[in-house]
């Protein structure tokens, strides 16, 4: 699974309503620039953009001249969000086996993709059913809509019960230097038992987004390891991700073609242990125990 795909992901929740809302041009631009750095798997799901960004992303992927077989797509359901495109009440969770195949052919339809490299469950519910999950399935593969099926923000527990039933090629989970609780809770040791591929959405977490001690704390050690390693600062806490043994592929939401090379050769940058556990120990506060 880790080498379908790059191990650096290009997440494109912000690309279209619920971002930049870049133009066709635009976007078939950043797609190239990515695919350039080796960044070939990209990131949807189908609530972006309340429901639009697929479209628009499918729009400019079928005028891009990108061959499909030289990309990998993802894309997520199971929200029903609260916007103007459905008549939610509320928004909630639905896993029911047709919603599931009605959910997954749209986004491959608005994608203009031809079949999903990745289809993910976006978020567990409570009324998610492991027979209906199948039931999915069972049709998605056999009519090759997808290739590979995962999960997103699910625990070991809820992982080990869809997995009854459905083999889980990945899961995808919020993790950082400063969102750091898949790595004590169990999350990534279960994956790494049972050959599930981590990846990884927020990777840079809050050190840009917000000021407090810790983030103060650790832009004091970045500060030195930028020289030490001739690297930028999300570099290194892409580099910390991807340190970890269970091989975490993180989705980054940036669309700023600089920050797109840089994160591309992220690979490139080998923290030694002590200042792994350096950056750690600054988001922590803390000697660990």
């Known amino acids: 699974m880790s080498n379908k795909f790059s191990k650096i992901i290009q997440g494109c929740m912000t690309w279209g309503k619920w971002g930049k809302q870049l133009s066709k041009n635009e976007m078939i631009s950043l797609m190239h620039h990515s695919i350039d750095q080796g960044i070939t798997t990209f ?30 797509i993802i894309s997520k359901c199971g929200i029903q ?7 939610n009440e509320i928004k909630h969770y639905q896993y029911d ?16 993709a031809d079949y ?11 009324l998610m059913h492991p027979h209906e999950i199948e039931r999915a399935l069972d049709k998605l593969y056999s009519t090759g809509k997808i290739k590979s099926f995962g999960v997103s923000n699910f625990t070991p527990s809820q992982m080990e019960l869809i997995s009854s039933t459905a083999e889980i090629a990945a899961n995808q989970i919020e993790f950082s230097l ?3 609780s898949a790595m ?5 040791d279960y994956m790494k038992l049972k050959g599930i591929l981590p990846m990884c959405w927020s990777p840079l977490g809050d050190v840009f987004r917000e000021e407090t001690e810790a983030t103060h704390r650790i832009h004091l050690v970045l500060d030195d390891l930028t020289k030490k390693y001739n690297a930028s ?28 090379s840089l994160a591309s050769k992220a690979e490139d940058v080998n923290l030694s242990e002590i200042d792994w556990f350096k950056l750690l120990v600054a988001s922590q506060g803390h000697k660990v125990p």
């Open 233 to 260: 600062k999300d570099q290194l806490l892409l580099a910390w991700i991807l340190k970890h043994p269970s091989g975490i592929h993180p989705v980054i939401g940036t669309t700023n073609p600089d920050r797109i």
């Open 43 to 72: 990131d949807h799901a189908d609530i972006y953009g309340d429901y639009t960004t697929e479209t628009d992303f499918g729009e400019a992927f079928s005028e891009s001249g990108v061959e499909r077989e030289s990309v990998q």
């Open 184 to 188: 004590q809770d169990g999350t990534l």
């Open 116 to 126: 999903l490299d990745l289809l993910l469950l976006h978020r567990p519910s409570p």
């Open 178 to 180: 400063t969102q750091f």
């Open 81 to 87: 969000y609260v916007g103007e495109t459905r008549k």
């Open 97 to 112: 086996a047709d919603y599931i195949v009605w959910s997954a052919e749209k986004s491959i339809s608005d994608l203009k």
